[in-house]
């Protein structure tokens, strides 16, 4: 079965410090991983994906099969970067996404 | 595009009553889902359609809940009885039903039981 694991539920920034939220999945098959972002009021939203291998608001994630893992990174924190950051995994034809618990990011001045 | 709608936004019910959430998918969206999220955990699938059909609802509690998606358009989650630990927020997603493409989200419904 499918697992993702955010081992922190919050990590806390000073702004321009770089930023590192931990995402590890289990799966069997070959996996398709994304970052999912929700901000203060509004709804969950696609940030990005591993098969785009884009850089979207500074941040990046770098699939790692050997690891598992697909953190995402971003050299300098803003305050609006500030919103709670979930990893998700698509398996099967059908793209059942299952998604981590999520890390809170607060980013301070 | 219009996104995802979902009705109502908040609802409190009395243990034991029936509630029904609505989802409107983004036009042309084959996939529809339907989340759990309990406070300070993630999104948990509880059933997947695509177009009319179940793909999975192998996390859905069927004794209690029950989902339908007629002409594969709208969807209708149910809760009958509900129970406190069914309090949590109840999100539907959609999707173009292609692989690897993105998930569109509702607001979601809060549904507090008391």
């Known amino acids: 079965a499918q697992r993702v694991t955010q081992p922190e539920k919050l990590l806390s920034v000073f702004k321009g410090a770089p930023v590192e939220l931990k995402c590890n999945y289990s799966y069997s098959g070959s996996p398709e991983l994304f970052w999912y972002v929700q901000y203060s009021r509004q709804r969950l939203q696609l940030l990005l994906r591993h098969i785009s291998r884009e850089s979207i608001k500074g941040f990046t994630a770098d699939l790692n099969k050997g690891e598992t893992s697909f953190h995402l990174k971003k050299p300098f924190a803003q305050e609006e970067d500030s919103a709670m950051y979930y990893c998700?995994?698509?398996?099967?034809?059908?793209?059942?996404?299952?998604f981590g618990t999520g890390t809170r990011l607060q980013v301070t001045l | 595009e219009a996104g995802v709608a979902q009705s109502p936004r908040y609802k409190i019910i009395e243990k034991r009553q029936s509630v029904a959430f609505w989802c409107n998918p983004i036009?042309?969206?084959?996939?529809l889902y339907w989340y759990q999220q309990i406070l300070g955990q993630g999104p948990k699938l509880l059933i997947q359609?695509?177009?009319?059909?179940?793909?999975?609802d192998s996390q859905l509690p069927k004794d209690r809940f029950s989902a339908e998606r007629l002409k594969g358009v709208d969807s209708t989650l149910k809760i009958q009885p509900a129970k406190l630990e069914d309090s949590a927020v109840y999100l539907c997603?959609?999707?173009?039903?292609?692989?690897?493409?993105?998930?569109?989200f509702g607001q979601g419904t809060r549904l507090t039981v008391v």
């Open positions: 998700a995994l698509a398996t099967g034809t059908a793209s059942k996404l299952t």
């Open positions: 359609f695509q177009n009319n059909g179940v793909v999975d």
């Open positions: 997603a959609s999707s173009s039903g292609q692989w690897n493409t993105e998930a569109f």
């Open positions: 036009s042309g969206h084959a996939t």
